[in-house]
């Protein structure tokens, strides 16, 4: 196949990504394993870092491939979704796969498809594509990101040698809730009983399903690893770390929020795991040092401040406006926020998080003005709702058509010492960081 025609055959499978109509996650797994069968389980080809959570996962997969690609070793990275091309979702020691083996791997796949009692998901040929092609480049190891749940992901075909969960909040109830305990125990799916199981999650209410999970060892966070010093530096953080089997102390991380500490605790200590062993402490600063997070407090722009961050979720919005008060609150005179939600969101909910009310007083995290957009999904929340919302605060609000126009409207009415911040879901991330041309 030729890349639009991989493409093109791609987009003619069930998206669950982009369904206006959330369904309950599919309770089965015999496709994708059929689907692995017949291309000689490439999941086993190589061990397997797999991890899970309702926010974070996408950041400590970045981390841990840093890790293992300072350590010497080649990484296949598997996340989701992607920000601007599919390409970026399977990457190879942090490269994105080039468009030609993008081509052949879904290729592969496509021609498999008529021995399939049904056809396969969006999903599962991307991820059934990822397996084969990091067997194809013969990886040392593959980091792989559950797109939802973990029991019955896709990505739960492969057995993991370390499993990791970072966190665990209400977000895809519908699907696979309703209750934290549901969430919790979909997530703990994920776990085998090969598995060092890295547990980040604290909720002692939880703790009881954590540790009935099947797992050779589990590593707590606060007993086995933790983050301790977490202090705020120029352009980042400087963290103290520790693992069962060392501690890096005064590690610089390039990226903002102090939640990211906490991240770089959980992917050394993920790594550790896999190795058996501590790294040794230039391989950590030097993995760190050169982090880069797309989409995540990712600063684009300095006049005004400009900051992208895929935040999408009442805990993730919290956790992003805490981390932009700290970093850039006295240093800036105002706030805009640029957002756009999916289906499923209460707005209002969703502002009061990121910090829209009516005060618009000196107090830190509060929005001048919210520009609202849809973001580019079929299951896009109407920017006027969004816009209604704001304005119901308290707070000023315009409504555009489009996360481009939302974004130049934005910066067209910022001031030069004022931040916007572009918010509310990756599609409009993604799609701010096309306009903005941001490499």
Known sequence: MELAEALDYLAGHVNL????????????LDRVRRLMELMGDPQRAYPVIHITGTNGKGSVARMVTALLVARGLRAGTYTSPHLEHVNERMAWNGEPIPDEDLAEVIGAVAELEPLLESPPTHFEILTAAAFRWFADVAVDVAVIEVGLGGRWDATNVADAQVAVLTNVSLDHAETIGPALTDIATEKVGIVKPASTFVLAETNPALLPIFQQADASELWLKGTEFRCGGNRLAHDGRVVDLYTPGAAYEGVYLPVHGSYQGDNAAVALAAVEAFFGAPLAPEVVAEAFAGLKLPGRLEVVSRHP???LDGAHNPAGALAAT????????PAVTGRILVIGMLQGREPAEMLQCF???GDQGPRAGRARLVVACPP???RALPAAEVAAAARALGADAEETSSVPEAVATALA?????ELVHVT???YVVGAARAALHTA
């Open 376 to 378: 580019p999904s079929p």
């Open 305 to 307: 401040v400009t900051v």
């Open 424 to 426: 509310g879901s990756l």
């Open 413 to 417: 009415l910022a001031g030069e010492q």
């Open 355 to 357: 910090g829209v009310s």
């Open 17 to 28: 990504e982009r369904e206006v109509a959330p369904r309950a996650a599919a309770r089965r």
């Open 322 to 329: 805490a981390a932009l008060d700290e970093a850039f609150g």
